[in-house]
């Protein structure tokens, strides 16, 4: 059988849930997006996100909104609704989630400590260990 994998760069569209698994474990499950843009207008793939264990409490960490790369195992599932219609979706088990920081527009790339020298504001540092008062480094 062909194994499924998606790596999803999209938002998190719910606050995740945590369970407890009958082996003793962890769970936590959500819904995420992504968008693409074409001609036809904006289309949005929405995967139900299941995660355990470790991978559990590290989505739990995030919260409606954020910003994320998913990479796991995808899945059509199949259910019948309150309704009694029957509903299709996705289910990415995570193999992994990395968030992604968005930088404030009025900030420039790199650290506060990058930002100062650019600026020449920073305050000299001692030399590294084994270098001498010039910063050279010195031979053993």
Same mark, same amino acid.
């Given at each position: ?7 999803? %760069?999209? /938002?998190?569209? %719910?606050?995740? $849930? *945590? ?11 959500? !819904?995420? %997006?992504?968008? %693409?843009? +074409? ?12 995660? !355990?264990?470790?991978?559990?409490? $590290?989505?739990?960490?995030?919260? =409606?909104? +954020?910003?994320?790369?998913? !990479?796991? +195992? ?7 609704? =309150? +309704?009694? *219609? $029957? /509903? ?24 506060? /400590? @990058?930002?100062? *020298? ?9 030399? @590294? ?9 010195? /031979?053993?």
């Amino acid at each position: 059988m062909n194994e499924a994998v998606l790596t999803l %760069s999209g /938002r998190i569209n %719910s606050d995740p $849930l *945590e369970r407890g698994t009958k082996s003793g474990g962890t769970m936590a499950s959500c !819904f995420a %997006s992504a968008a %693409s843009t +074409d001609n036809n207008g904006t289309h949005y793939l929405n995967v139900n996100v299941v995660a !355990f264990n470790e991978l559990a409490d $590290l989505l739990m960490r995030h919260v =409606k909104g +954020d910003q994320v790369v998913l !990479f796991g +195992d995808l899945a059509a599932t199949g259910w019948v609704g =309150k +309704d009694g *219609e $029957l /509903r299709n979706g996705l289910t990415l088990t995570l193999r992994g989630i990395q968030s992604v920081k968005i930088r404030p527009a009025n900030r420039t790339c790199g650290s506060y /400590r @990058h930002q100062q *020298e650019l600026q020449g504001t920073a305050a000299p540092q001692p030399p @590294h260990r084994g270098a001498d008062a010039q910063g050279q480094s010195s /031979r053993w």
